[in-house]
Structure formats: C-alpha cells, structure tokens
C-alpha cells in the first residue's frame, strides 16, 4: 500500500486591493495640461472668437484603502503515511529442488520473535530451522536448503510473538539436467559428468545437487591444493546417499563395513571416490567432503605415503575444515553449525581428559579400533586429532604439516617425520597436548 501524500492549498486576501489597482490602472484619465491644444478631428469650423481659458481644478487623487493584514491560510491536517502490511517473501521466482531457497520478512515490529514452519506437498510438518528475529528495521531473512525436500507444493507459516501471522508457498521443481542411469553393484544411480567431477545420485537426490556438488568438489580441491601446495591431479567421483542406511548398505557390497559417520574416501580400485551421505546442512555437508577430499591430496602430496591414522585424520580435519570455511564465506553461506561443532568438540576433549581419558596414539593405530568404537568414541578420535595437529603448528611453527609432508614424501614414518620437524618423539609432544587441554585449552 502506497503513503497518501498531503498538499495545502493557500487563498490570497488581497481581493479588495486588487479591484482599486486594476480601475486605477484601466479607468482613471489624466488631466489636460493648461495650453496645451488638442488636435481636432479634419472638417471641425473653428469660433472666430477664441474663448478665454477657464482653469480646470486637478481631480483628486483618490485615497487608497488601508492595507489590512494578509489573512492566513488555515492549516490542514498533514496526511500521515498509512502503515503497509507485514510481507513474507520466498526466493528465486522458480525454485529448483535441491538449491538455497532465501526467505525474508518485512515491516514487522522491531525484535519480534518468528517460530518457522514448513508443510512439504503432503501436508507433513518438516524440520524447521531456528527462530527468526526482526531487526531495528523490522525485517529478518534466513535460508533453508532444499537438499532434502520433496518436489511439490510447499508452504511455510511463520507465526510472532507480538501478534503477527504471515504465510506464502512456493513450488520445487525438479532441474532439468542431462544424466545416464547406471548399475554398480546392484544398485541403481544417476550420473552427471561434469566438467571437473563424476557425480553418482541415488534415489531421492536431486538433479541440482549433482550440479552443485560438481562445482564445489572443483573449488574445494583448489583451496586445498593451495594450502598444501600441490595441485590436484584428478578430480574424484562422487557418490550421493540420502542416508547413511543406504550409504552403508552400498558400502557393505563393496567390502567396507566401517560405520559412517558422514563420509569416506576409498583411494583406489573400482569402487575409488568420495562418498557422502547429504542429510546435513551445507557447512556440515562442505566441512565432510573437504576432509575427505584432503585425505586425497596429502596421498599425492606425499607420493602415496602412508600416514598413521591419527595424523592421516588430523590433517584432514584440520585442511578441511579452513577450506569448508573459505568456500562459504565465498558463498556468503551460514558457517555457525561450524562454529557450534568446534565449540562441542572442545567440550568433548576436554570432558574426556578429565574423566576417561583421551584416545591414545597407540589406541588409534590398533586394527580392531574402528570395529570397536562407539559413534562417541570415534567424534573424541576426529575433534581430539584436530586440536592435536592445530596445536602442533601453534607450538611448531606455522608450516609445521607442510614440513611434516615433506618429510613423509622421502619415505619415513609418521613418527619419525614428527620427532624431525618437532624434535620431540610424539608421545612426548601428545603428553604437553594432554597438559594443554588440562589447563582449559588456552
């Protein structure tokens, strides 16, 4: 709704001082001077006798009335601009399942809290992100990924906290992307072959996933060559799961029965690639296929060393996690699950070290390990190996893995490696570690 805009009209009072201006310029003659002769109209028989001149009095000037004060206006109400509706809106225009939809609410109150609800084309309630705020200027925005949403018809309600009720729906369509149906181990996917990157979907992923993940594959790789200093030979095949059920079930075929916590990196033979399950938001979804395309980078870095488990994770979570970052700051993308996952991490390392204890070297380089493990037991093993190796270049130098790769690609061990560019052996270096935690990780 349009402002009204107010105009005020002005009446001048100055009509009786007009009137005498206008007779006295239109209607008023001037007197004949004395002496003067008027000029006569052709065929006029002039007296013989001249009259003598009578004196003519000068007409009198009239009076002008006196100016009186100029009236003034009377003043009318100014128009106040008539407060538009609240306004819910869902962006693109047509939005592809699987893409970034951006939402945004408008002229609300100032620091209204928004609950979000979503209803996919069969009318179920989906997962929601968090509540929405109003900033000073009465708006709020907020992103959903679509990753896992079906095609259709959806709605999504936002409800305040002060009153406010909004509500819009938008419909997902499928991308209409070239791809071939094809068979590996007796299960069924779709492949894209992009220009940097095979992308494998199973059912229930979308078409613009593949696209995406195709590109992101590229430019993740790129930064991480760039940290490493080595450039990516190949672009890896990836492979899409709905679940980490399907995932697993896909994996057990291939001769892998190792749980999955997100993602894997199996480095050669016919089933090589990255396989990543996609229930994730993005940050989560970037921060796993960064580790695990990391895992291939340090393999040609190194020329094919092979590095403990722990330092093998560690790197990759430490490599990882700064390009996942790069990427969506690039994006302008939300990291702050990011931000909660290092913070939960620190918790849990911290928690261990005074109670159970942390994972010890010795721990993670036995067989039966990962076998073993419970799903709490193997986060402990990734945050605690992150933090290990960020320490280590803290403490180190900031070159610290690039030195520890180097020395990897002449053939040494990995404690070997650690004991040449520390100078310490690495049970020493993982007890000042242990230390570090137990003084709150400074």
């Known amino acids: 709704m349009g ?64 100016a009186t004060s100029e009236p003034q206006p009377t003043p009318r109400p100014v128009a106040t601009a008539t407060p538009s509706a609240p306004e819910l809106s869902v962006g693109p225009d047509v939005p592809k399942a699987g ?22 084309p069969s009318g179920k309630a989906a997962a929601a992100s968090s509540d929405v705020t109003a900033g000073q200027d009465g708006s709020a925005s907020w992103s959903r990924s679509t990753t896992l949403d079906d095609e259709g018809q959806w709605t999504v309600s936002v409800r305040g906290d002060q009153g406010d009720t909004l509500q819009v729906s ?16 007796n299960a069924q ?82 089933n090589a690639g990255v396989y990543l399950v996609v229930n994730l938001d993005d940050a989560s979804l970037y921060h796993i296929l960064a580790h695990e395309l990391t895992h291939q980078m340090v393999y040609w870095k ?22 996942a970052r790069e990427e969506l700051a690039n994006g302008g993308l939300d990291a702050s699950s990011l931000d909660l996952a290092e913070q939960q991490d620190r918790n849990r390392v911290r928690k261990a070290n005074q109670e159970q204890g942390l994972v010890l070297i010795t721990q993670a380089e036995n067989a039966g390990f990962w076998t073993q493990a419970t799903t709490e037991t193997a986060y402990l093993f990734y945050a605690q190996y992150r933090l290990f190796v960020q320490y280590l270049s803290n403490q180190y130098g900031a070159r610290f893995n690039d030195r520890l790769l180097e020395q990897l690609k002449l053939g040494v061990s990995s404690a070997q490696a650690i004991e040449r560019v520390a100078g310490k052996p690495q049970e020493t270096l993982f007890g000042e570690f242990s230390q570090w935690v137990a003084q709150g990780m400074p």
């Open 3 to 66: 402002a009204y805009r107010s105009k005020t009209y002005w009446v001048l009072g100055m009509a009786a001082l007009g009137a005498v201006l206008t007779a006295l310029a239109c209607g008023a003659s001037s007197p004949t001077p004395e002496g003067a002769v008027s000029p006569l109209p052709v065929g006029t028989v002039l007296p013989t006798t001249r009259p003598t001149a009578t004196a003519v009095a000068p007409t009198a000037t009239p009076s002008l009335p006196a």
């Open 99 to 120: 893409a970034l939809l951006a939402f945004s609410i408008r002229r609300v109150r100032p620091g209204e809290r928004f609950a979000l609800t979503y209803r996919s």
């Open 170 to 185: 938008y419909v997902l369509q499928q991308l209409q992307l070239d791809m071939q149906t094809v068979k590996k181990l």
């Open 189 to 270: 996917f779709r492949r894209y072959q992009g220009q940097s990157s095979d992308v494998y979907i199973s059912p229930g992923i979308h078409t613009y996933t593949a696209l995406e993940m195709s590109s992101v594959v590229r430019r993740l790789m790129d930064r991480i060559a760039t940290e490493i200093g080595a450039p990516p030979l190949a672009y890896p095949p990836l492979y899409l799961f709905r679940t980490p059920e399907a995932a697993a079930s896909y994996l057990k075929q291939a001769g892998f029965n190792e749980q999955l916590l997100g993602g894997l990196y199996i480095r050669e033979g016919p």
């Open 302 to 323: 190194t020329g094919g060393a092979e590095l403990s488990t722990w330092l093998s994770e560690g790197i990759a979570e430490d490599y990882g996690l700064k390009a």
